[in-house]
């Protein structure tokens, strides 16, 4: 069988900034409707690394592909066909309305003096509709909630009719059922054929969502794979320098846990007890 060409492929890519690399033989790739999990310490290069493959920044070595096209050799344009991006917040210095902002997710692949029409309102329209928010669309951004910010970023994304989506953190600031909103519209995401790479500070959501796990360490990749085979109880341990335990909860999902802040640093509450899976 002939190899599948990922929508995103990174190749022994360095990443860094003046010249200084934090992530050194990065290798990934990304499927048509799979959610790739990037987990790793704070400041260890996850933005640095999307950057990266979002062409705002030079590779410090090896190669990035988009769609089987070397990035490159991409545009601006082409490169917004092939890859969006759902930065941790949104912050606009202007009051513009939701659906003004989806809209400009419709109209990245307009030239740069050709104004936005109907083809475009209407996706924008549909995007917002498809994440049950159109009712945002009137809305000024600055009025929004930090969730109802999120799915609009998300709606963008939808509108700019990417094969694939980089968040990052996209959740790291939402309440307990924004994060679960956010996670399903993630989710409805991929089952439409997006692929997306989500980068997470929560082990929980990253074995929840992700078919594929990479975690980062400082310099580079510790382990790459299937996230139940990947994220052990062992490597995210070591990946965040402190004892972590792994539970497989009622019905299979998995739950990570590490000591409490009230132990003074003991060993992890009921790690001798419970199973670790
Ligand atoms: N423009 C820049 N110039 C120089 N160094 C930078 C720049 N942006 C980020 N850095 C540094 O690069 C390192 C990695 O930053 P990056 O934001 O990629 O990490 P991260 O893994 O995404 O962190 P976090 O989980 O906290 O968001 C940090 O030490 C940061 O200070």
Known sequence: MGRVTPLVEACGLAVGHGGRALLEEVSLGLHRG????????????????????????????????????RLAELGRAEVAQRLAYVPQTLTTPFAWRAVDLVLMGAAVRLGPLARPGRAEIARAEAALALLGIDDLGPVEITRLSGGQRQMVQIARAIAQGAEAVAMDEPTASLDFANRI???????????????????????DQAADLGHEA?????????AAGPTAEVMTAARMTRLY????????????????????ARDDGGPVAGATAGQNV
Do not use: W
């Open 34 to 69: 799979r959610i790739l999990c990037l987990l790793g310490p704070n400041g260890v290069g996850k933005t640095t690394l999307f950057r990266t493959l979002l062409g705002l920044m030079p590779p410090l070595g090896g190669e990035v592909f988009l769609g089987g096209r």
């Open 181 to 203: 909103r956010v996670g399903r519209a993630i989710q409805g995401l991929a089952s439409r054929g997006i692929g997306v790479l989500l980068c997470t500070h929560d082990p």
């Open 214 to 222: 990479l975690l980062i360490e400082r310099g580079g990749i510790l």
């Open 241 to 260: 320098d402190i004892p972590v335990r792994r539970d497989a909860l009622p019905g299979g999902r998995l739950h990570f846990s590490g000591p409490s």
